[in-house]
């Protein structure tokens, strides 16, 4: 079957570094995209992980380990605009992108 | 350019009535992508077009969704009759090419079915 974990919420102070992890059990493997979500907006393409290792945009970090099913999110210097929904999907061989239940990030001051 | 765009943002409906969801994609995407949110759950896909053909429905939960894509170019998705359970946030997407293509999601139709 497929599934996806990542954390339900959490929590971070403005201008810290924040890790949010995806682990993942898929039936075949194409990709993994991380997708930002504002309240009632549409899911925006953040990263993409293929290969093994560590994808970096500006303030926004993106690892994968395909033999441990595991992928990560690093946001850095964060800002009040980060406050937002974090999607990890899979990508399963197939046209269809697998979901996880996305992770709520809060960014206090 | 213009983005995905969904028609209605929020549609509130009648158990046993009947409601039609219009996606647009972006100009020239050929493939267009049906996912929803119900309460509490994850994003899950519902099907597949590229151009007007049905590339992958296997997503779709029974036959009282239809979606068409006529002429290939914007999608409609129709619940009929809708179900207290067809609740959630539909949500449509495109890309240029299929696979590990980036999707562009449009912002979501949001249905409520009392």
């Known amino acids: 079957g497929q599934n996806i974990d990542q954390p339900t919420e959490m929590t971070a102070t403005e201008g810290a570094i924040v890790q949010i992890n995806c682990t993942y059990q898929?039936?075949?493997?194409?990709?993994l995209f991380w997708y930002q979500q504002h309240a009632g907006e549409a899911p925006t393409f953040l990263s993409y992980?293929?290969?093994?290792g560590l994808e970096e945009k500006g303030r926004f970090s993106s690892f994968l380990s395909r033999s441990k099913g595991y992928s990560y999110l690093l946001l850095k210097e964060l800002q009040m605009k980060d406050s937002a929904s974090y999607l990890c999907?899979?990508?399963?061989?197939?046209?269809?992108?697998?979901f996880g239940g996305g992770t709520r990030l809060m960014v206090k001051p | 350019e213009a983005g995905v765009t969904q028609f209605p943002s929020h549609s509130v409906i009648e158990k046993g009535q009947t409601v039609t969801l219009r996606c647009d994609p972006i100009?020239?995407?050929?493939?267009l992508y049906w996912y929803r949110r119900v309460m509490g759950k994850e994003i899950k896909f519902l099907l597949h077009?590229?151009?007007?053909?049905?590339?992958?429905e296997s997503g779709m939960p029974n036959n009282r969704f239809l979606a068409e894509r006529t002429g290939g170019t914007y999608s409609t998705l129709k619940v009929q009759p809708a179900e207290l359970e067809d609740s959630g946030v539909y949500f449509c997407?495109?890309?240029?090419?299929?696979?590990?293509?980036?999707?562009?999601f449009g912002a979501g139709s949001r249905l409520t079915v009392l």
């Open positions: 077009f590229v151009k007007e053909s049905k590339q992958d």
């Open positions: 997407a495109s890309s240029q090419s299929p696979g590990a293509n980036v999707l562009t």
């Open positions: 898929t039936s075949g493997f194409n990709g």
């Open positions: 992980n293929v290969l093994d």
């Open positions: 999907a899979v990508n399963n061989a197939g046209n269809m992108l697998t």
């Open positions: 100009s020239g995407h050929d493939n």
